[in-house]
C-alpha cells in the first residue's frame, strides 16, 4: 500500500465550479499534512497546511480526519489559474512524503 | 536571498555515463531532500539528508545511486551508469532545521536524459 494515495484525475470543471479532492495516508503517527500546487514542468508549492479543526485560505478549504487518515482540499470559485497538480503531503519528523498528485483542469 | 539552486538543470548522458546533480539548500537550510519525478507521475521521495548524514534512503535504488550533503558545499546526487529509465526530473527541497511547518523549498529541478 503506497503511504499517500490520490485520486489521480483528471478532474476537468468548468470556471465556477466547487471541486474537492481526497487523500488517504497509511501511517497513523503521521504528524502533519499540507497541500502543495504544482504547475506543468515546475516545482511544488506550498499551498496551505491542514489541521483537524479545517482551515480556509481564501477560496481553498482544507481538512484532516486522524481517525480515519484523510484528508481532503476543497475549492470553490474554481479559476483558470486553479489549474495545477495538487500533491498531498505527509510529515514525519521531517520526512516529507508526497502522494502522486490530482490533476485539475478548470475551463472557460 | 536565493532560493533552492539545483543544477544542472539539464543534462544528457549516454548510457554507461555518470550523471552528477547538485543541490545548495537556502541559506540556513540544514535539511535537503531528493525526489524524482517521472514524466506524467508523481514526485517519489529518494532520499532524506542532513549536514554529513543520510537521514532517510529508502526510497534510493540499491544498485548505482548514491547521495551525500557534506558539511561544505552542495548536496549531491550522483547516479553511476545510467540507463534510459533513469531519465526523469530530480527535484531537491530545502527547509529549516527546527521546521516542521511542511514547507519545503524546492529548485527548478534538474532534468536527465538518457540516450
Known amino acids: 500500500r503506497k503511504e499517500v494515495e490520490q485520486d489521480p484525475g483528471p478532474f476537468n470543471v468548468p470556471e465556477g465550479a466547487t471541486v474537492a479532492f481526497n487523500c488517504t495516508y497509511s501511517n497513523s503517527a503521521s504528524q502533519s499534512f499540507f497541500w502543495y500546487r504544482q504547475d506543468c514542468r515546475k516545482e511544488p508549492k506550498l499551498l496551505m497546511s491542514?489541521?483537524?479543526s479545517g482551515n480556509e485560505d481564501g477560496r481553498f478549504t482544507a481538512q484532516l480526519n486522524r481517525a480515519s487518515q484523510y484528508i481532503s482540499l476543497l475549492i470553490r470559485d474554481s479559476k483558470l489559474s486553479d489549474s495545477a497538480t495538487y500533491l498531498c503531503?505527509?510529515?514525519?519528523?521531517?520526512?516529507?512524503?508526497f502522494g502522486a498528485g490530482t490533476r485539475l483542469t478548470v475551463k472557460p | 536571498n536565493a532560493g533552492v539552486m539545483q543544477n544542472p538543470r539539464h543534462l544528457v548522458r549516454r548510457r554507461g555515463q555518470e550523471a552528477r546533480l547538485r543541490c545548495s539548500p537556502m541559506k540556513g537550510h540544514s535539511h535537503v531532500y531528493w525526489y524524482r519525478q517521472l514524466p506524467e507521475e508523481g514526485l517519489k521521495f529518494m532520499v532524506y539528508l542532513q549536514k554529513e548524514n543520510i537521514i532517510d534512503e529508502s526510497g534510493m535504488p540499491k544498485e548505482r545511486f548514491s547521495a551525500e550533503f557534506p558539511k561544505e558545499g552542495p548536496s549531491i546526487l550522483r547516479i553511476q551508469q545510467v540507463v534510459r529509465g533513469d531519465s526523469a526530473a530530480y527535484f531537491c527541497a530545502s527547509s529549516l532545521r527546527t521546521a516542521n511547518t511542511g514547507e519545503l523549498f524546492f529548485g527548478e529541478g534538474s532534468r536527465l536524459t538518457v540516450l
Open positions: 491542514v489541521y483537524s
Open positions: 503531503v505527509v510529515n514525519r519528523n521531517n520526512d516529507m512524503r
